[in-house]
């Protein structure tokens, strides 16, 4: 698979702040706009000049994963119609990058649209999760943020398998002011959620669940991190359930979190 | 149809408590292991594709080396039967039994004869098959089915071997001793004397293999417990039946493989002992060599440009060891010999998505990815279960779900439907402030033990309009 | 040629009309050796010629590694062979031990009267074998990555199930038959296509983890494994 580095041309100087576009990703749109809020006051933050092109909608993977993945090619040409030309687009997502970076250019190929495909191929490489961009493209992992309270993370599937993101976001974690961050147990195993998994196999997709909820109590955190609102909301609406007082925040609303403007 | 789909199964499964303690010890420690021997050579990401590129080309032109095997295991004294099913293979072996004049066989532990089922084959023909494996053995005596891919009695646990031990050795051989403790090591030693008796009179030997190498025409069998080595060396005539994907190209194949194998497998640096042996040997071993070459499915899977991929699998289990789902069902929930990952892309190849159980296999994964990972001969089990997630639903069209997943797409296709969709989901979430949604209407799966979150009271595409003016 | 034979390469060709590239190491001549495809760099053997002992570090790792197994290593000097033979079999309380027909007389100079000595010619009938305590043999290949032994039953290690029933092997590895890893191994084991040997590969005593993943050694195969490594 490709990796940030090699298939992007050198980041563009952060003075001159490249040109971003916001993938919202269709969940966070309608469910979690706080995060989104955080992923742009971010990138701001740190030079980027960030658009949020209105056309786009989904990128197609619940479907793909449910065995539509035919159905959701209309979604991949629109992806690309919309976001042709930017420098790089960003998403607070590692599952629906995931799904741009390896699935888009199989749905091309499945519906026999080279032209498509092409275009999946020039796209795909230029979509990047939030914390590859930061580290990667931005070359920074001290983002200037502040956050004094007692933090695990949960590193989830598709970014540490599919997107290969290795241990960027703890590096970004790990310079945050005032942070007390806490090493979860058994941290790479899945929580669970797996998209329609949770609808189809509910049984185990929440053994699995509060099996992991029950590391995330262990660590006594506070705050238990992820860099997807999907798995964030399945294991904490356990956690929740279950009253346990762990607030769950995106990684990207502890990034923009700052002294002056404190989550 | 008879096995319940996977979501039912993994139910009841995952009320076992004693299965659910088992399967978590024993997954997590093979984990381990293997972690710490594949972390000993530096070029295991090399092996990998050695691995793969053997099995690939293997696959890529079967006939040829199949036609090649079979060549020089002629040569070697061997005699070569070519099955197209189960029964056909199942037909062939009991009439080979037949013709030892013998009513019982020895067998090392096989994948490929319990997909066949050929015990209850021969159990027909009036021929008790003696599992020889001690998880097998325990298996087999406690009148139940293999629940992992190399430990098949992991969801048992000491006391209930030992009780299976004295209840049931007594009624086809040596009795276990009287005083049999739950000791593993006491467990051992009375199914390694029971066993004897049977490895030193029988007459055939049964067995499967985990290579075939075309270009000398030897077989392998990678084992731990030396049953292996009784069943391929005591017995007169030997039979083994052989998937036609278990072909090597070469000799020279077994290198990435015997480090491939025992690594990913047992996390050892290598098994206790492999045999291998090609045809017959003067003085040595068995002089009546039979290989059974199985299809059974197979060339359907080969057919697929992308399923074929399944075929690379040398049945280490490592991708059980890793899948959470796995680790908290079990292998039975799988309703088939080939459990846990490898399993959920396989069955539905091998047999088809008509069943319950086999159109619900591709959806009894999270995608999470780890079975990929440790995949030594690199499966890519997720591309996998998507595709046939594909499958069955191109075969369950007009359904509930497709419907909804039209409808989904028809809102999802155009921003505005999208934003007038999310303008419903605000009005719930301005009706519901604060307060936590604890259950929903048909989301009771959902629901059941999760808190669903409260929609915002502004989607962020009405919130950027807003507040940067674009439209 | 069965129908079934015909009907499955026929399916075979069916399922893989896809396929144009040629196949690389097929059909070679009838008892003849293909070099089949070339294994990537870093797999393939760097094998140092049979016959040249290696260097310490490799004797070193291959004793750890199979010590590991919990067998037991001894390091020996040709010249005191044959009485750490007898002290080995003396070790175990061994009163009958089977040796093969081509070993080396030397072997044995120093086992006195007991423990008895049996032989295996004519060969012995498997309920025969199964009463004698131990196996003293040759072997073909010791490897250092695995600590394995590889056996190719020639006739310094007996027939197979010399090595198999009596529960005590004690096996004789050569510093020059040492070798780095596993292709090195596979590639000096190739059967001869004129004389096919059956091999064993030995790593530490039979063993099993069936029962809840505890480790227990010896079920089928013997339970104990002594390795002397003996160098000239």
Same mark, same amino acid.
């Given at each position: 698979?490709?990796?940030?580095?090699?298939?992007?041309?050198?980041?563009?100087?952060?003075?001159?702040?490249?040109?971003?576009?916001?993938?919202?990703?269709?969940?966070?749109?309608?469910?979690?706009?706080?995060?989104?809020?955080?992923?742009?006051?971010?990138?701001?933050?740190?030079?980027?000049?960030?658009?949020?092109?209105?056309?786009?909608?989904?990128?197609?993977?619940?479907?793909?994963?449910?065995?539509?993945?035919?159905?959701?090619?209309?979604?991949?040409?629109?992806?690309?119609?919309?976001?042709?030309?930017?420098?790089?687009?960003?998403?607070?997502?590692?599952?629906?990058?995931?799904?741009?970076?390896?699935?888009?250019?199989?749905?091309?190929?499945?519906?026999?649209?080279?032209?498509?495909?092409?275009?999946?191929?020039?796209?795909?490489?230029?979509?990047?999760?939030?914390?590859?961009?930061?580290?990667? *493209?931005?070359?920074?992992?001290?983002?200037?943020?502040?956050?004094?309270?007692?933090?695990?993370?949960?590193?989830?599937?598709?970014?540490?398998?599919?997107?290969?993101?290795?241990?960027?976001?703890?590096?970004?974690?790990?310079?945050?002011?005032?942070?007390?961050?806490?090493?979860?147990?058994?941290?790479?195993?899945?929580?669970?959620?797996?998209?329609?998994?949770?609808?189809?196999?509910?049984?185990?997709?929440?053994? *699995?669940?509060?099996?992991?909820?029950?590391?995330?109590?262990?660590?006594?955190?506070?705050?238990?991190? *992820?860099?997807?609102?999907?798995?964030?909301?399945?294991?904490?609406?356990?956690?929740?359930?279950?009253?346990?007082?762990?607030?769950?925040?995106?990684?990207?609303?502890?990034?923009?979190?700052?002294?002056?403007?404190?989550? | 149809?008879?096995?319940?789909?996977?979501?039912?199964?993994?139910?009841?499964?995952?009320?076992?408590?004693?299965?659910?303690?088992?399967?978590?010890?024993?997954?997590?420690?093979?984990?381990?292991?293997?972690?710490?021997?594949?972390?000993?050579?530096?070029? =295991?990401?090399?092996?990998?594709?050695?691995?793969?590129?053997?099995?690939?080309?293997?696959?890529?032109?079967?006939?040829?080396?199949?036609?090649?095997? +079979?060549?020089?295991?002629?040569? @070697?004294?061997?005699?070569?039967?070519?099955?197209?099913?189960? +029964?056909?293979?199942?037909?062939?072996?009991?009439?080979?039994?037949?013709?030892?004049?013998?009513?019982?066989?020895?067998?090392?532990?096989?994948?490929?004869?319990?997909?066949?089922?050929? @015990?209850?084959?021969?159990?027909?023909?009036?021929?008790?098959?003696?599992?020889?494996?001690?998880?097998?053995?325990?298996?087999?005596?406690?009148?139940?089915?293999?629940?992992?891919?190399?430990?098949?009695?992991?969801?048992?646990?000491?006391?209930?071997?030992?009780?299976?031990?004295?209840?049931?050795?007594?009624?086809?051989?040596?009795?276990?001793?009287?005083?049999?403790?739950?000791?593993?090591?006491?467990?051992?030693?009375?199914?390694?004397?029971?066993?004897?008796?049977?490895?030193?009179?029988?007459?055939?030997?049964?067995?499967?293999?985990?290579?075939?190498?075309?270009?000398?025409?030897?077989?392998?069998?990678?084992?731990?417990?030396?049953?292996?080595?009784?069943?391929?060396?005591?017995? +007169?005539?030997?039979?083994?039946?052989?998937?036609? +994907?278990?072909?090597?190209?070469?000799?020279?194949?077994?290198?990435?493989?015997?480090?491939?194998?025992?690594?990913?497998?047992?996390?050892?640096?290598?098994?206790?002992?492999?045999? %291998?042996?090609?045809?017959?040997?003067?003085?040595?071993?068995?002089?009546?060599?039979?290989?059974?070459?199985?299809?059974?499915?197979? %060339?359907?899977?080969?057919?697929?440009?992308?399923?074929?991929?399944?075929?690379?699998?040398?049945?280490?289990?490592?991708?059980?060891?890793?899948?959470?789902?796995?680790?908290?069902?079990?292998?039975?929930?799988?309703?088939?010999?080939?459990?846990?990952?490898?399993?959920?892309?396989? @069955?539905?190849?091998?047999?088809?998505?008509?069943?319950?159980?086999?159109?619900?296999?591709?959806?009894?994964?999270?995608?999470?990815?780890?079975?990929?990972?440790?995949?030594?001969?690199?499966?890519?089990?997720?591309?996998?279960?998507?595709?046939?997630?594909?499958?069955?639903?191109?075969?369950?069209?007009?359904?509930?779900?497709?419907?909804?997943?039209?409808?989904?797409? =028809?809102?999802?296709?155009?921003?505005?439907?999208?934003?007038?969709?999310?303008?419903?989901?605000?009005?719930?979430?301005?009706?519901?402030?604060?307060?936590?949604?604890?259950?929903?209407?048909?989301?009771?799966?959902?629901?059941?033990?999760?808190?669903?979150?409260?929609?915002?009271?502004?989607?962020?595409?009405? =919130? =950027?309009?807003?507040?940067?003016?674009?439209? | 040629?069965?129908?079934?034979?015909?009907?499955?390469?026929?399916?075979? /060709?069916?399922?893989?009309?896809?396929?144009?590239?040629?196949?690389?190491?097929?059909?070679?001549?009838?008892?003849?050796?293909?070099?089949?495809?070339?294994?990537?760099?870093?797999?393939?053997?760097?094998?140092?010629?049979?016959?040249?002992?290696?260097?310490?570090?490799?004797?070193?790792?291959?004793?750890?590694?199979?010590?590991?197994?919990?067998? /037991?290593?001894?390091?020996?000097?040709?010249?005191?062979?044959?009485?750490?033979?007898?002290?080995?079999? /003396?070790?175990?309380?061994?009163?009958?031990?089977?040796?093969?027909?081509?070993?080396?007389?030397?072997?044995?100079?120093?086992?006195?009267?007991?423990?008895?000595?049996?032989?295996?010619? #004519?060969?012995?009938?498997?309920?025969?074998?199964?009463?004698?305590?131990?196996?003293?043999?040759?072997?073909?290949?010791?490897?250092?990555?695995?600590?394995?032994?590889?056996?190719?039953?020639?006739?310094?290690?007996?027939?197979?199930?010399?090595?198999?029933?009596?529960?005590?092997?004690?096996?004789?590895?050569?510093?020059?038959?040492?070798?780095?890893?596993?292709?090195?191994?596979?590639?000096?084991?190739?059967?001869?296509? /004129?004389?096919?040997?059956?091999?064993?590969?030995?790593?530490?005593?039979?063993?099993?983890?069936?029962?809840?993943?505890?480790?227990?050694?010896?079920?089928?195969? #013997?339970?104990?494994?002594?390795?002397?490594?003996?160098?000239?």
């Amino acid at each position: 698979m490709s990796t940030a580095a090699e298939t992007t041309a050198t980041p563009a100087p952060r003075a001159a702040g490249p040109k971003v576009a916001l993938f919202a990703t269709c969940f966070n749109d309608t469910m979690w706009p706080e995060t989104l809020k955080a992923t742009v006051r971010l990138l701001e933050r740190l030079g980027c000049e960030v658009e949020f092109p209105m056309e786009q909608t989904c990128c197609g993977q619940m479907q793909t994963n449910t065995g539509y993945g035919k159905d959701a090619a209309p979604l991949v040409r629109r992806f690309v119609d919309v976001f042709d030309g930017y420098d790089a687009v960003v998403a607070p997502s590692g599952s629906c990058v995931g799904s741009v970076r390896e699935q888009h250019a199989t749905i091309a190929r499945e519906v026999g649209d080279d032209a498509l495909l092409d275009r999946v191929e020039e796209t795909a490489p230029r979509t990047y999760e939030l914390s590859e961009f930061l580290v990667d *493209m931005l070359g920074v992992t001290d983002v200037g943020a502040y956050f004094p309270h007692r933090v695990t993370y949960h590193p989830t599937c598709h970014s540490l398998r599919m997107l290969h993101v290795g241990d960027k976001p703890l590096s970004l974690l790990r310079a945050v002011k005032g942070i007390d961050l806490v090493e979860l147990p058994g941290a790479e195993e899945c929580c669970g959620f797996g998209g329609t998994f949770a609808m189809k196999n509910a049984d185990v997709s929440i053994a *699995m669940g509060a099996d992991k909820a029950r590391q995330i109590t262990s660590t006594d955190a506070e705050v238990v991190v *992820m860099s997807d609102n999907s798995c964030l909301a399945h294991v904490g609406g356990l956690l929740s359930r279950h009253r346990s007082g762990v607030r769950r925040l995106h990684l990207a609303e502890i990034l923009a979190s700052t002294e002056e403007e404190q989550l | 149809m008879g096995m319940p789909a996977f979501p039912e199964a993994a139910e009841e499964a995952l009320g076992k408590t004693q299965q659910r303690h088992n399967l978590h010890h024993a997954t997590h420690t093979i984990r381990a292991k293997r972690a710490g021997v594949v972390g000993e050579l530096d070029d =295991w990401q090399a092996l990998r594709t050695a691995g793969a590129d053997a099995k690939d080309e293997a696959l890529a032109h079967l006939a040829d080396y199949l036609e090649q095997l +079979e060549e020089n295991l002629t040569a @070697n004294g061997a005699t070569v039967h070519w099955a197209r099913d189960a +029964e056909e293979a199942n037909r062939i072996v009991t009439a080979l039994v037949k013709a030892k004049e013998t009513d019982e066989v020895v067998k090392v532990k096989s994948m490929t004869t319990q997909e066949i089922e050929l @015990n209850e084959a021969l159990r027909e023909a009036g021929i008790d098959a003696w599992e020889t494996d001690l998880a097998e053995l325990i298996v087999q005596l406690g009148g139940d089915l293999p629940s992992h891919i190399l430990v098949p009695a992991i969801h048992r646990n000491r006391s209930e071997i030992r009780e299976i031990f004295l209840r049931e050795m007594g009624q086809v051989g040596r009795a276990a001793p009287e005083d049999l403790t739950d000791d593993p090591a006491r467990l051992a030693e009375a199914a390694r004397l029971h066993l004897r008796e049977k490895f030193l009179r029988a007459k055939v030997g049964i067995s499967g293999a985990n290579f075939a190498i075309a270009d000398t025409g030897s077989l392998v069998v990678v084992e731990s417990e030396g049953n292996g080595r009784m069943c391929l060396t005591l017995p +007169e005539t030997l039979i083994s039946v052989v998937g036609i +994907e278990k072909v090597l190209p070469s000799w020279d194949d077994l290198a990435p493989m015997l480090q491939l194998l025992p690594r990913s497998s047992t996390g050892e640096r290598m098994n206790p002992y492999t045999s %291998t042996w090609t045809g017959t040997h003067d003085g040595d071993g068995p002089q009546e060599v039979h290989v059974v070459l199985l299809d059974n499915g197979r %060339t359907h899977v080969l057919g697929d440009s992308i399923g074929r991929q399944a075929l690379r699998c040398i049945r280490c289990s490592a991708c059980l060891n890793v899948c959470p789902v796995y680790e908290r069902t079990g292998g039975h929930a799988y309703g088939s010999v080939y459990p846990g990952p490898i399993g959920a892309v396989l @069955n539905p190849q091998l047999r088809g998505t008509a069943s319950e159980v086999d159109k619900s296999l591709p959806y009894a994964s999270t995608l999470c990815g780890a079975c990929y990972e440790v995949c030594p001969v690199k499966i890519n089990i997720p591309e996998l279960l998507v595709k046939l997630r594909g499958a069955v639903a191109d075969q369950e069209r007009p359904s509930a779900e497709s419907a909804a997943m039209a409808a989904a797409g =028809w809102v999802l296709s155009d921003p505005r439907r999208l934003g007038a969709a999310q303008k419903a989901a605000n009005s719930v979430g301005r009706l519901l402030g604060d307060r936590t949604i604890r259950t929903v209407p048909g989301m009771g799966a959902w629901t059941s033990a999760r808190d669903v979150p409260t929609p915002p009271t502004e989607s962020f595409r009405q =919130w =950027w309009a807003r507040e940067r003016g674009t439209q | 040629m069965s129908s079934a034979k015909q009907e499955i390469l026929d399916r075979i /060709r069916g399922a893989t009309a896809d396929i144009t590239t040629e196949a690389k190491g097929v059909p070679a001549p009838t008892g003849t050796a293909s070099p089949g495809a070339t294994p990537p760099e870093g797999i393939g053997p760097e094998t140092t010629p049979p016959g040249t002992a290696p260097e310490a570090a490799i004797l070193d790792r291959f004793a750890e590694a199979v010590a590991d197994y919990e067998a /037991r290593v001894l390091r020996v000097h040709e010249s005191n062979l044959p009485d750490t033979i007898a002290q080995v079999l /003396r070790d175990v309380d061994c009163r009958s031990v089977i040796v093969p027909d081509g070993i080396d007389a030397e072997w044995t100079g120093s086992l006195g009267t007991a423990p008895e000595v049996v032989r295996d010619t #004519p060969s012995l009938a498997a309920a025969d074998l199964d009463r004698v305590d131990a196996v003293l043999t040759a072997s073909a290949v010791g490897i250092a990555a695995t600590g394995t032994i590889v056996l190719d039953h020639r006739a310094d290690q007996g027939r197979r199930a010399l090595t198999l029933v009596p529960d005590t092997h004690v096996c004789v590895v050569r510093t020059d038959q040492v070798v780095a890893d596993v292709p090195d191994a596979v590639s000096r084991l190739r059967p001869d296509p /004129r004389d096919a040997r059956p091999l064993t590969w030995i790593s530490g005593p039979s063993a099993t983890s069936d029962i809840e993943l505890e480790r227990v050694e010896g079920v089928h195969g #013997p339970r104990t494994l002594v390795v002397l490594l003996v160098s000239a």
